[in-house]
């Protein structure tokens, strides 16, 4: 740890960067390609994770950590695993209507645990393929990866999704259908939206995008206008892969911003949060933030410093509205780095110097809680997780070269999707 805090700037990002991208190689299936959720032992995959995972391999490449036909053969794998897996309503089948399951056997690709055919997560896995097929622009292996990268975005029907409505359900199970709750509010979802309105075969219906926007809610929070979303995650995840500076739809020409702006106000409110700290957390202050989604301490009751704190598990946390029990995602902090790199660093910096125990084999664990003791020991999550492993990689990626943004510009399915949605400026 002593060796981290003493490093530069762009060596510490480089090294952090280069453990967090290490966790979707080492936790890989040999056979399928196939990701795991978590580093925990048995965890299944999260097939949001593959599509991180295809996301980072041109980051190994154009980094040196791997060669070219390495990561080209790990990518081919995984697609033509996923093309040849079974789409049926079967209840154990891999996925259906071109999308999949949210949780995966690793050996079987088979669904687990009940899970739902879940939209965001298959979007996240199919922007993975996009960039897959955007990078590899050779012959050979990097044509096949090209062919079966657009049969996977093809066949999706993200019209079906929509359950004959101008919404768009969260998800669906071959037990009981659709499920009964679908996208309200700004959320991660961009990206969802974007793919499937720039689709060739299934698209979803013109009116779908403006019928989720006017669920948005503009706030003044913290002495800032933002559009809201509590979690930070829901501000970082959709912009993963697409450049949102200086682009804009109709509700953000409305506020003469930007959802890349958006999120850099999010930003500060998040640090300001941290510097009010209204419930008194430990630890909370501006350089001790990133209250979002993932583990926290197990759901109950505990009494300290004169007060009852409940906690929550894993769980959807955001500000300032909550839900907020003291857990912040250790990782987040450096996530930002493409929208504020200041705050970015100040804060992971932070965290090194106070907290080192957050930070093992120079990655971060996933919910860290010092309002929460045993002993000397404050809360600390087990082991890592694949969504902010993977996220890490090629956010900084983005912050130090662009890359994963330069690829998807070129993507015409993305191009065709946010004209859908109606962006229009920028580099469109």
């Not at 070219?68 to 794998?77: H, I, M, N, V, Y």
């Not at 930003?267 to 990133?290: C, L, V």
Request: hydrophobic share 40%.
């Amino acid at each position: 740890m002593d060796g981290l805090k003493h490093l530069s700037d762009e060596a510490l990002v480089l090294r952090l960067q280069r453990a967090a991208f290490s966790y979707l190689t080492d936790y890989a299936d040999m056979e399928t390609g196939l990701v795991a959720d978590t580093s925990r032992a048995g965890s299944p995959c999260s097939i949001a994770v593959v599509g991180f995972a295809l996301s980072a391999y041109p980051v190994a490449i154009e980094n040196g950590w791997l060669s070219r036909s390495e990561a080209a053969r790990l990518t081919l794998k995984v697609l033509k695993f996923l093309l040849e897996s079974e789409q049926s309503e079967a209840p154990d089948a891999t996925g259906y209507k071109g999308f999949y399951y949210h949780f995966l056997d690793m050996k079987t690709g088979r669904r687990v645990w009940q899970c739902e055919l879940s939209l965001i997560d298959s979007a996240l896995l199919i922007a993975g393929i996009l960039v897959a097929a955007g990078y590899f622009n050779g012959g050979g292996v990097e044509s096949e990866i090209r062919d079966r990268a657009d049969a996977l975005y093809r066949r999706v029907d993200w019209h079906w999704a929509q359950n004959g409505t101008s919404g768009l359900s969260q998800g669906w199970k071959p037990e009981c259908g659709f499920l009964h709750y679908g996208w309200e509010g700004y959320n991660e979802a961009t990206i969802l939206y974007i793919l499937g309105l720039g689709s060739p075969t299934f698209p979803l219906s013109a009116s779908c995008y403006e019928t989720w926007s006017l669920t948005y809610q503009w706030e003044n929070l913290l002495d800032r206008n933002v559009l809201y979303s509590g979690p930070l995650f829901t501000h970082l995840f959709s912009h993963a892969w697409i450049d949102f500076r200086g682009i804009r739809d109709a509700f953000m020409q409305e506020k003469n911003s930007d959802y890349f702006e958006n999120t850099r106000s999010a930003i500060a409110i998040h640090r300001a949060y941290g510097e009010r700290n209204p419930y008194e957390f430990d630890g909370y202050s501006r350089d001790f933030w990133g209250v979002t989604a993932g583990e926290g301490p197990p759901a109950a009751a505990h009494r300290g410093m004169g007060r009852d704190r409940r906690f929550f598990g894993y769980m959807s946390r955001g500000i300032p509205y909550g839900p907020d029990d003291g857990t912040i995602s250790p990782w987040a902090m450096l996530a930002t780095l493409p929208f504020t790199p200041e705050a970015a660093l100040s804060g992971t910096r932070h965290l090194l110097e106070h907290y080192p125990q957050v930070i093992s084999h120079d990655r971060f664990s996933s919910g860290f809680n010092p309002t929460l003791r045993s002993g000397s020991k404050a809360w600390l999550s087990e082991g890592w997780y694949g969504l902010d492993q993977g996220l890490l990689a090629i956010s900084i990626e983005n912050h130090r070269s662009g890359l994963i943004w330069d690829i998807m510009r070129t993507c015409p399915y993305i191009r065709d999707g946010l004209a859908h949605a109606g962006f229009t400026g920028g580099w469109l």
